[in-house]
């Protein structure tokens, strides 16, 4: 994964809103949910909704998709397995352990 992607995405999970909307859609799985759900389980104003998303998609965490005339946001799943890749790469001092295997409830 490139150093770039990972401190963007790094930075943008260093928000309280942005981390708890990462969460949610972590939750929500490959279906994501609607921005209006995501607002209202969150409490989020839309704007601030809106400005979160954008954030979590330049460092792309997040997905969105158009249904009808509803945004559909998802987690990236593969840019979290990246992420959580790139952190642990490293750990066990280059050996494999379990700190770096995917969880298979992530792969599509």
């Known amino acids: 994964m490139d150093s770039n992607l990972v401190v ?18 972590v939750v929500a799985g490959p279906d994501g949910i609607a ?24 460092a792309e965490l997040v997905k969105p998709r158009q ?3 509803f945004i559909i946001y998802s987690a990236n ?5 990246g992420l ?12 494999p352990c379990a700190a770096s295997d995917l969880p298979s409830c992530c792969e599509k």
Request: net charge negative; hydrophobic share 45%.
């Open 35 to 58: 921005a209006g759900e995501i607002a209202q389980q969150l409490g989020l104003s839309p704007s601030s909704l809106s400005f979160h998303l954008k954030d979590l998609s330049h």
């Open 84 to 95: 959580i890749g790139f952190l642990t790469e490293n750990c066990c001092a280059g050996a």
């Open 8 to 25: 963007r995405a790094l930075g943008a999970l260093a928000h309280e809103s942005r981390l708890a909307i990462f969460r949610l859609l």
């Open 67 to 69: 249904d009808g005339r």
């Open 77 to 81: 799943f593969d840019a979290m397995t």
